[in-house]
């Protein structure tokens, strides 16, 4: 233990556990304040579990076998066990967008077509968690929909949002000078007057039975009622999410996207019309995109007809009637990868004729359409030319022309015009200026043509405005530069300024195009192979084609849909070395399926206007080229099925132009071919073919034209003269050798057929195995494009390999290991290559989505159809035995452990694993190192005997102790069943088995992506147990104890790889870690839940072993609560807690005798008290029963504890936890009940106390109401000098031995006083959630189990409690619409130090001189602002104030506009009711407090407390709703308790009175009538006590005085209808009619009447300081006799006076008013060091002395209630002349000031207050050395 680490040492501290021991002595032990770690809750009976650590959980299962459901049907019901269709096993239909799926014709098809069908067509196989959506990761209280959730909320009424501007005031009040004028024209003490304007006011609405005698039990219950009715029933609606939800909460797996056809961005092309200045034959014209960069057509061709009807009759007789499929003039082209560089080229052909390109052009180019009338007659003659030349070449075509538009051009400057449509003119003639100068002013001239071609930044297609061309120019094709490199050189040199182009003549013509973004599902469209895509309601409309794309890069996709196409590009052709004249070459391409002409196949799709396909396809012919190039595309649609005999037959002709005698229109020049498969594999690249020049002869397809064939005459020698390029694009096809390999041997083992050809090889039977395992190893091997097509293929079949080992040569083989091998590396290698493809947690989503739509176990026996819809069907010859064939009976693995022993590396059994299984084995026969079979011919050696072991056999064995994982038989056992019995393993039990046994990098790789693995596990075990029928077995009976060992030795060794590797492999870890928990998670819904109890628990064990030994634990623990956080968004999750468990008390009304009475004795032994604290606590009990829970809030307890060093950077994220998990339960349906909502917060009672611990380290919410709402004569320094921050003095002083309850509470109060490290601060956001959490629980909780434990509860720890609902009325306090407003007017600069500014102006939070005393305190260590420690909660900018993020969610991403007045009310509105709804919840709260104090009779210590919290209650901003409820409250405790106030808390009777004083004075009627109930009933009480009122007389005077010197904004009109109110109840009391009572209210009512109208005096000359200070003086004159309120005067003056900087006058006041203090004290107190009275002042002023205290009607000080303040103490005084030395200072008048420390040097010398004393001397020498320093000069 000698390196035990800081963290642990600290915590047994002797000090600290003194202080808690002796502290539970005196009351009695406590339960939570024994809570620490070291000392474990040692009051409960149990064995205590320190909190560190896990405890057992309970077995679920068993647990509700044994405790039946009590309750029969009814929410609570549903609480105790999932719901019975919680898991669904769905098959949905997949969305198919054609109206006809695309599958191939033939109904005969090879396996590898029908598996590959299959895979595209059948259904998904979903396995659904029903409720899932109900777990925390979907909680509704998220910001974008929890605006929804807070519709119809009631608006709240609160006087601060009631109170005018400052200038209305100023006339209401003009407006009521006016009205009271009498006031002006009185003297002084005109009672008449003030009498006369009190009679004329109207009184409020009197409470109806406010005087009746009513017994307490029924005013409480009449509260309860009315402060129930109508409650929010959702505390977290109103509480603005914490900002962790702008991002994913980590425990949200979002549902993966359905795999689905790849698609670009999409373009929508119309093609409107073409014209040329003559018409006189018909022209063609194609469109495609080009990508200049990539050298790369980007698309198929897009063929388009716009000829008139006219034209197209010249071509009649050649042309069968055309299908509406090729009369399309729009198409949709995709463009994956849009760049600078991609052009839409548009080609035009026309019919053969004589003369080449140029001649042929030449009229285009010089004929005008408007000289049409001169030109007629060459016209006609060139139409009578034309006529001939279709009626005799129609079917031949010839290029023409062609011209290219920058497609990205056209669509930025179309996005940048205004129109809604854009016109652009896209080239010239001459009389425009040349081409490309006028290209580049009308398109590119908005982007210079550097930036366009810069990068891809203007290359979004999908939100341009559509843009229509008219393209003017179109240049010659040159016959001799067709060739697509020519074409790209045009391209590349078009986009330059000087391009060669410009020097070309164009052909003039008019062409007319639409180009805009496609819309989502345009109608009438057709697919590449000419399916109808859904909606297309009518088949005669002309039609849109979807054009294919072939993109620019890779894009990884998986196949979804069945295409195979094959796409010829005849290149070029050299017959210059052929003898005969052939010159007009054309070469006709057929698709064959054998040898005789007649087999040609139509499968050739057509182009425009001509059927849909045709049985062979033409190239155009250039005009006298005996080497031409062609630009030709063919589409040829590939049968499913090739054979060897289909090749593609290319046959030369020459086409004779001139018509002579006997010569025919086609002469063939020339064969040549290419065999479509070559080994089984389809033949596509590029080829340089010989040319035949005679027919080929029989048999000659299965041969390629490269082999030389006896007796034939090849063009050239037999040299490759035909260049041609075959591309397919294929999803049967996977063009990739590796791929290939594996699918042919699968299927060769699917149809059993021996032997198999693949490549040159032919694989006997016998060499299978081998070449098996190396086709699967070599998938490595393989491109990644291919791979990830056939994905889902490729996954199902070594799945299916893993599942159903084949029988080779009579041996079952095993291939799981070499499937898991290959399966683990290919989805690294997706990982790796795909990481763009990832969700937050690293899921790749083609991965996710096949595991989540496509995977399904492969059905259970070949030829039977699969269980469920669409199973891997197929005649499959597999070998079968039972499964228990795996262990041999002898195999007896000690299985006593919980451990599988599959993994040597987990310790704990008696012998290693290897020996124990070798010493099973013997050396039997072993062979391959991971499938251990029976290798021997038919007389094979029996299991018992020996033969030779052979190397092989002991490294099988040494190797991971290889679990067997196979089937063992003698082969003549195989024999008698002919090798026919299919075995069946179980996917995820052999996969749990190989990912526990593999080692080394596979073991690497599959930690890598765990994720998939585990989902993968979790969907088979679910298909399992759906296709078993026993999704509703017994969870227990559910799978075998085998693989649950597994599972068991899995998660044990993950949860090892976690805790040894988190620092280096940080990335890796974290992702390992979720994908645990998810698993997990997954397993809570399928397995026995106990059983996942345990492992979560075996994983806490490994990180706690660790954790503790760490230095910086704070990593390895925030990942234990993301791993925590995702198993507790269980959707059952407080199911799982059984919620209704044993641990609930009896439901007994009110608290049995016994624990009353055992009070005194410390903690009651009693069995039912035993029970409530442990529900209160952390108990064992506790912890095992709601297991989840218990985990949840021991992390919150561990994390929050003071002592827990290096884990406060995890104190947001565990809060976080909390408030996510109880804001979910909050909203969630199945909760709604009460009954049931109390159910839930039980398992949370523990947080109350886990909360009550953390005061000291709770944000000071208090802070700012230091100066506000106190008494006004309490001097703010006084206040700092005590310590500014509201915290419990309560617990210092139990320490001290002294009386527990006082006003204010020092700062530095810690338990372990001797760390001498102060505790660091919470954020506010945090410490806000937690009290919300906290509030949560108190409103939701059962309100007799709360009142059993208070009882329980020592009053240390409800002083503690108290002390929380202190600050949390301050923490929900409502801001205002003034708040929110000023937010908004603001402007938000980014910077730090203006949100930090900002931050304060709403949280109120510290001005700069509180941060100073805080700092001056060490309180700063981790104060709100900055952080001294790198504590995570600041890593950024903290967002986590919620207060700014809730008032600036909208603004925080600073471009956005402020928001708008209605965003504002809804803002303030929420607000409102949070706060309504909080205090409501406090108040509640308090109401307990109050009964637990009536039913015990103890305890009244307490009281104060809850008086406390009430008044501060009453100063915070508050509803008029809470102030009725609250108001009730006090009057019933008043009444309950009035000795309280009257006898003991003189202090709070004085701050109660001001409370109702200026809730008196409130705008808000009923606020007003309930204040002055309150304030009648208070002096009617003080009265029936002792026959007179002068303690609250006095109170309310001095309270009025005070109210009326400091408030700003104060109203004396609605003041003054609240005394009348009070004097009519007095007029109606009938009781107290025959006493002096109702004279006494009526005197102090008109007394205060008349300090009113003083005030209204005071009002007026407001602007008039002078008469304003006179007024002062003579008002407090006015109170010579009453000491107190003269001394609030002369309070008041000072601080007028200093607020005016006339700090001379202001520190006489401060000398009058230490005078008036000595002069009492004296009389008090008989002390020797203090002032004698006010003649000790005489020095300093001889106005002095009219303090004195001589005259007769003197109050004597020992009369109740006179100088009861706080200044009438030595230490008033002490405070009143530092100031008063303080003011004189710095009026300069040094003299004063040394006489004024004359006083106050005795009082500190008695005191021995050396440093007080040197103080002073420091500042007399100051004021000395000033002093000579004026005289010098």
Not at 560 to 580: D, H, I, K, W
Not at 1216 to 1241: E, I
Request: charged share 25%.
């Amino acid at each position: 233990m000698a390196e035990r680490r800081a963290f642990a040492q600290k915590i047994s501290r002797t000090v600290a556990a003194e202080v808690r021991k002796q502290i539970s002595g005196q009351y009695g032990g406590s339960p939570q304040l024994l809570k620490n770690l070291n000392i474990g809750g040692s009051v409960s009976h149990h064995t205590t579990v320190p909190l560190t650590e896990a405890v057992d959980p309970v077995d679920l299962e068993d647990y509700l076998i044994a405790h039946p459901i009590a309750v029969e049907s009814g929410p609570l019901r549903d609480l105790l066990e999932f719901p019975p269709d919680d898991i669904e096993v769905v098959h949905t239909p997949r969305e198919c967008r054609t109206l006809v799926s695309a599958v191939p014709e033939e109904s005969e098809m090879d396996p590898h077509v029908r598996d590959c069908v299959r895979s595209y067509t059948e259904d998904w196989a979903i396995v659904n968690r029903k409720y899932h959506k109900l777990g925390t990761g979907f909680n509704p209280n998220t910001l974008d929909k929890q605006k929804e959730r807070q519709k119809g909320l009631p608006k709240q009424i609160f006087e601060s949002d009631e109170a005018p501007d400052g200038n209305s005031y100023q006339d209401e009040q003009d407006d009521l000078k006016r009205r009271s004028m009498s006031i002006d024209d009185t003297p002084r003490g005109s009672w008449a007057c003030s009498i006369f304007d009190l009679k004329n006011s109207l009184p409020d609405a009197l409470l109806p039975n406010l005087l009746d005698r009513t017994p307490n039990e029924e005013i409480d219950h009449h509260n309860e009622d009315q402060r129930k009715s109508s409650r929010h029933k959702e505390l977290f609606a109103l509480h603005p999410a914490p900002d962790e939800f702008q991002e994913e909460p980590i425990e949200r797996l979002s549902v993966p996207e359905v795999p689905k056809e790849h698609f670009g961005q999409r373009l929508l092309v119309k093609c409107l019309s073409l014209k040329f200045e003559i018409e006189i034959e018909p022209i063609f014209a194609s469109l495609a995109l080009y990508d200049v960069k990539e050298k790369k057509k980007i698309s198929e061709n897009f063929y388009f007809d716009l000829n008139s009807e006219q034209m197209k009759g010249m071509l009649r007789p050649h042309v069968p009637p055309a299908a509406i499929s090729t009369l399309a003039r729009s198409a949709i082209f995709s463009i994956t990868y849009p760049s600078q560089d991609v052009f839409l080229v548009i080609k035009l052909e026309k019919v053969l004729q004589q003369g080449d390109i140029g001649e042929c052009a030449e009229p285009y180019m010089i004929f005008k359409e408007s000289d049409a009338a001169k030109n007629k007659e060459k016209l006609e003659k060139l139409k009578c030319q034309a006529e001939q030349f279709c009626q005799r070449l129609g079917k031949y075509r010839m290029p023409f022309a062609w011209t290219a538009i920058h497609l990205m051009n056209i669509v930025s400057s179309a996005g940048s015009l205004e129109r809604d449509s854009t016109e652009v003119e896209v080239g010239t003639g001459e009389r425009k200026g040349s081409w490309s100068e006028r290209r580049n002013s009308s398109i590119v001239g908005r982007r210079s043509l550097e930036r366009t071609t810069s990068g891809d930044e203007a290359c979004n297609l999908t939100s341009f405005r559509p843009a229509t061309l008219t393209v003017t120019n179109f240049f010659k094709q040159e016959g001799d530069r067709l060739s697509d490199e020519d074409l790209y050189k045009f391209l590349a040199d078009m986009r330059r300024p000087s391009s060669v182009l410009r020097r070309l003549r164009p052909i003039t013509a008019q062409l007319k195009i639409d180009i805009s973004p496609a819309p989502e599902n345009p109608h009438y469209c057709l697919t590449p192979e000419l399916l109808q895509v859904k909606l297309y309601p009518d088949s005669r409309v002309r039609p849109t084609r979807e054009i294919l794309e072939f993109p620019a890069r890779d894009v990884y996709v998986p196949n979804t849909t069945y295409r195979n196409l094959l796409y010829v590009y005849p290149q070029s052709l050299n017959f210059a070395n052929r003898q005969g004249s052939a010159r007009n070459i054309t070469v006709k391409v057929q698709f064959m399926y054998g040898e005789d002409p007649s087999n040609a196949m139509p499968v050739i799709f057509g182009k425009s206007s001509c059927p849909e396909f045709s049985k062979e396809a033409y190239t155009a012919v250039v005009y006298h080229n005996r080497s031409p190039d062609f630009h030709e595309e063919i589409k040829i649609k590939l049968p499913a099925t090739l054979t060897d005999h289909h090749h593609l037959l290319f046959t030369f002709y020459h086409v004779s132009c001139q018509q002579k005698q006997n010569t025919p229109l086609e002469t063939p020049v020339g064969y040549t071919w290419i065999p479509m498969l070559q080994n089984g594999r389809l033949k596509t690249g590029q080829f340089c073919l010989p040319v035949s020049l005679e027919k080929p002869p029989q048999a000659y397809s299965v041969l390629s034209p490269e082999v030389p064939l006896p007796g034939m005459k090849w063009v050239d020698n037999h040299k490759g003269v035909f260049n041609v390029e075959v591309v397919a694009v294929s999803s049967l096809h996977t063009q990739d050798p590796y791929l290939d390999k594996f699918f042919a041997l699968v299927h060769a083992l699917d149809e059993h057929m021996f032997p198999v050809r693949i490549g040159d090889m032919r694989i006997m039977e016998n060499n299978l195995e081998n070449e098996l395992k190396s086709s699967i190893s070599a998938l490595n091997s393989s491109q990644l494009e291919p791979v990830v097509r056939f994905l889902h293929l490729l996954l199902d079949k070594l799945i299916l390999l893993v599942v159903r080992p084949p029988v080779i040569a009579g041996q079952i083989v095993n291939l799981g290991q070499a499937s898991f091998e290959a399966m683990a590396s290919i989805i690294n290698r997706l990982h790796k290559n795909l990481d763009g493809n990832q969700d937050q947690h690293g899921r790749n989503s083609l991965l996710a989505s096949y595991i989540y739509y496509v995977f399904r176990l492969p059905n259970t026996y070949p030829n039977s159809p699969s269980p469920g819809p669409g199973g891997l069907g197929g005649s499959v010859h597999y070998a079968t035995m039972a499964r228990s064939a795996v262990r041999p009976a002898s195999l007896n693995l000690n299985r006593s452990r919980s451990l599988s022993n599959s993994n040597p590396d987990i310790s704990g059994t008696p012998t290693s694993p290897d020996d124990e299984v070798r010493s099973i084995i013997g050396s039997k026969g072993l062979d391959r190192s991971n499938s251990w079979v029976n290798t021997g011919g038919p007389k094979a050696a029996p299991w018992g005997s020996n033969p030779s072991p052979s190397a092989e056999s002991t490294q099988a064995t040494d190797r991971s102790c290889n679990r067997m994982s196979s089937h063992t038989e003698t082969s003549s056992f195989l024999q008698t069943l002919t090798g026919r019995l299919p075995t069946k393993k179980l996917f995820h039990e052999e996969l749990a088995l190989q990912w526990v046994v593999c080692s080394g990098s596979v073991r690497e790789a599959a930690l890598q992506q765990a994720w998939f693995f585990f989902e993968l596990m979790v969907k088979s075990m679910v298909h399992h147990l759906y296709f078993a029928d026993k999704l509703d077995a017994p969870r227990k009976n559910r799978f075998p104890e085998r693989f649950m060992d597994d599972v068991t030795a899995l998660v044990s060794t993950i949860a090892g790889d976690i805790v040894s590797r988190f620092q280096k492999d940080t990335e890796m870890v974290e992702r390992l870690n979720t994908s645990l928990a998810f698993f997990l998670n997954d397993l809570l819904s399928i397995m026995d839940r106990g059983f996942v109890f345990m492992l979560i628990k075996t994983c806490y064990k490994q990180v706690s072993s660790k954790l503790y030994s760490l230095t910086n634990p704070s990593n390895l623990a925030s990942l234990r609560l993301d791993f925590l956080r995702i198993i507790c968004s269980h959707e059952h999750y407080v199911t799982l807690n059984l919620p209704c468990s044993l641990l609930t008390p009896p439901a007994s009304p009110s608290p049995s005798v016994s624990s009353a009475t055992s009070q005194s004795s410390g903690f009651s032994t009693n069995v039912q008290d035993q029970k409530i604290a442990n529900m209160f606590e952390l108990s064992v009990p506790f912890r095992q029963q709601h297991y989840l829970a218990g985990l949840v809030l021991t992390e919150l307890a561990v994390i929050l504890d003071p002592d827990a060093e290096g884990l406060f950077g995890l104190h947001k994220k565990v809060i976080n936890m909390v408030h996510n998990l109880l804001s979910s339960h909050d909203s969630d349906p199945r909760y709604a009940d009460p009954q049931v909502k109390a159910r839930v917060a039980m398992l949370y009672l523990p947080l109350i106390g886990v909360i009550m611990e953390t005061v000291p380290q709770l944000y000071d919410f208090t802070e700012s109401h230091n100066q506000r709402g106190r008494p006004s004569c309490v001097a703010v320094d006084d206040y700092e000098s005590e310590g500014g921050s509201m915290i419990s003095q309560t617990v210092a002083m139990a320490i001290a031995g002294t009386s527990v309850p006082q006003l204010t509470r020092p700062s530095s109060f810690l338990l372990t006083s001797s760390s001498g490290r102060q505790h660091s601060t919470f954020s506010t956001e945090s410490s806000r959630s937690l009290l919300i959490c906290l509030l949560w629980v108190l409103k939701n909780a059962d309100e007799s189990v709360l009142q059993k434990w208070f009882t329980d509860l020592s009053v240390l720890q409800l002083n503690r409690l108290l002390d929380l609902l202190y600050l949390c009325v301050s923490c929900f306090e409502y801001k205002g619409k003034k708040v929110f407003e000023r937010m908004n007017s603001l402007t938000f600069k980014k910077s730090k130090d203006m949100r930090a500014k900002l931050e304060e102006a709403i949280l109120g939070s510290i001005g700069a001189r509180q941060e100073m005393v805080r700092r001056s305190r060490g309180q700063l260590e981790r104060s709100p602002s900055g952080s001294a420690f790198g504590s995570q909660e600041n890593l950024r900018w903290r967002k986590d104030m919620t207060h700014w993020r809730q008032n600036t969610e909208k603004l925080d991403k600073s471009h956005k506009p402020a928001r708008s007045r209605a965003e504002i009310e809804h803002e303030a509105l929420i607000d409102g009711n949070l706060a309504t709804e909080a205090n409501l919840i406090i108040l509640d709260t308090l109401e307990i407090v109050v009964q637990t104090v009536s039913v015990t009779e103890s305890k009244e210590s307490i009281l104060g407390g809850v008086l406390k919290v009430l008044l501060h209650s009453m100063a915070c901003n508050q509803s008029a709703l809470y102030l009725q409820h609250c108001f009730a409250t006090q009057r019933a405790l008043v009444s309950k308790f009035p000795e309280l106030l009257f006898e003991e808390e003189t202090e709070q009777c004085a701050d109660l009175c001001l409370r109702l004083l200026r809730h008196c004075s409130s705008s808000i009627s009923t606020i007003r009538s309930h204040a002055s109930a309150s304030l009648y009933l208070l002096m009617r009480q003080n009265f029936e006590i002792g026959n007179n009122f002068a303690r609250v007389k006095m109170q309310v005077t001095m309270s009025l005085s005070s109210l009326v010197g400091t408030s700003q904004n104060f109203n004396e009109e609605f003041l003054r209808r609240s005394l009348k109110t009070i004097l009519t109840y007095a007029e109606e009391d009938l009781e107290l009619r025959e006493t002096t009572f109702p004279d006494q209210v009526q005197d102090l009512v008109f007394n205060l009447h008349m300090i009113l109208s003083d005030t209204v005096k005071m009002k007026e000359h407001q602007e008039d300081p002078e008469m304003l200070i006179d007024l002062m003086y003579r008002i407090a004159k006015g109170y010579q006799n009453s000491p107190d309120l003269r001394l609030t005067w002369l309070q008041n003056m000072a601080g007028k006076h200093s607020e005016r900087s006339n700090h001379a006058e202001s520190a006489q006041c401060l000398v009058h008013s230490a005078a008036l203090v000595a002069e009492y004290l004296s009389m008090l107190e008989d002390r020797k060091y203090l002032p004698v009275g006010c003649v000790t002042f005489q020095n300093i002023s001889s106005n002095v002395l009219e303090e004195s205290a001589v005259s007769d009607d003197v109050v004597s000080p020992d009369e109740e209630g006179i100088c009861s303040g706080k200044y009438f103490t030595e230490a008033g005084l002490v405070g009143l002349l530092e100031q008063a030395a303080a003011s004189f200072s710095m009026a300069g008048m040094y003299e004063a000031v040394n006489e004024v420390y004359k006083v106050l040097i005795p009082i500190h010398e008695a005191n021995r207050d050396a440093k007080k004393l040197s103080t002073i001397h420091g500042k007399l020498q100051e004021a000395f050395s000033k002093i000579v320093h004026q005289v010098t000069f």
